[in-house]
């Protein structure tokens, strides 16, 4: 039921393109997932403290400057920063100047959306050819 409530309040977001209601929805659920894997029995310290300084971080520069870039984390301590691509000049130089600048190389991926799978050929495959399909993905 929560996931399907998820899901409608998602979709209702993006076809408003609120982009501030969209960040508070996905901090909130990174952070809820974070919080059961502490609370579980087989427990996982995945934030770290540099990683709560960058939290808390990217929230200032978004409610400062009006940008809406948020957050959201990995099974590790690493976040990665959404925000929409008209805003990527101004993110990159927050990354550059304010999170990265205790660090040496000074480096981070950097990925964007994609246009979704390719159909690259299509083949007919039974369930008895040993093929290795690894190629196509």
């Known amino acids: 039921?929560?996931?399907s409530d998820l899901i409608l309040r998602l979709l209702d977001i993006v076809k408003r393109k609120d982009y501030f209601a969209f960040c508070e929805l996905i901090e909130a659920e990174?952070?809820?997932?974070?919080?059961?894997?502490?609370s579980s029995s087989v427990y996982g310290l995945s934030l770290y403290s540099e990683t709560l300084n960058i939290i808390s971080k990217v929230r200032s520069f978004r409610k400062k400057y009006g940008?809406?870039?948020c957050f959201t984390l990995d099974a590790a301590p690493n976040l990665h920063l959404?925000?929409?691509n008209q805003f990527k000049?101004?993110?990159n130089?927050?990354?550059?100047?304010?999170?990265?600048?205790?660090?040496?190389?000074?480096k981070w991926l950097e990925d964007k959306v994609g246009t979704g799978p390719e159909l690259?050929?299509?083949?007919n495959y039974s369930?008895?050819?040993k093929i290795i399909l690894q190629e196509y993905f």
């Open 1 to 3: 039921r929560r996931s």
């Open 30 to 38: 990174a952070l809820i997932l974070h919080r059961m894997v502490l």
């Open 67 to 69: 940008i809406p870039v």
């Open 82 to 84: 959404l925000y929409p």
């Open 89 to 91: 000049e101004v993110v």
């Open 93 to 106: 130089n927050f990354i550059m100047e304010k999170l990265l600048s205790n660090y040496e190389d000074k």
């Open 120 to 123: 690259i050929h299509k083949k």
């Open 127 to 129: 369930c008895n050819e």
